[in-house]
């Protein structure tokens, strides 16, 4: 079983950044391609960014595609998300999740999430 920690977020004006962390205990994830949705009051859960175990490979939704930053420690067992020039439109809870196979970007396919860390875009 590994158990995530999400924090990092918070209020911020539109432009600005924040930098989520998602904390990994009871066993590596170094072994494991890591992602981080993000869910909306009255909307699904979705797709926001995932990186491959060696860090190598990354992926992101086009509403965050050069403004998002997806990274990992694997000595820490750490993921972190970078968010830059942010919009209302990215007000949310972000999670982060361990994928188990499938589409990188189905939330299905991911386990053990975390509790998330509320992220709120002023205008």
């Known amino acids: 079983q590994v158990q995530l920690v999400e924090s990092g977020g918070g209020l911020v004006q539109a432009g600005g950044s924040l930098r989520l962390s998602c904390a990994a205990s009871?066993?590596?994830?170094?072994?494991?391609?890591m992602g981080w949705f993000r869910q909306a009051p009255g909307k699904e859960r979705e797709f926001v960014a995932a990186?491959?175990?060696?860090?190598?490979?990354?992926y992101y939704a086009d509403s965050v595609k050069g403004r998002f930053t997806i990274s990992r420690d694997n000595a820490k067992n750490t993921v972190s998300l970078q968010l830059n020039m942010l919009k209302p439109e990215d007000t949310a809870v972000y999670y982060c999740?361990?994928?188990?196979?499938?589409?990188?970007?189905?939330?299905?396919?991911?386990?053990?999430w975390g509790q998330g860390t509320q992220v709120t875009v002023s205008a």
């Open positions: 999740a361990v994928k188990l196979g499938g589409p990188v970007t189905m939330p299905s396919q991911y386990a053990y």
């Open positions: 009871g066993r590596t994830i170094s072994n494991d391609v």
């Open positions: 990186i491959s175990w060696t860090g190598g490979t990354t």
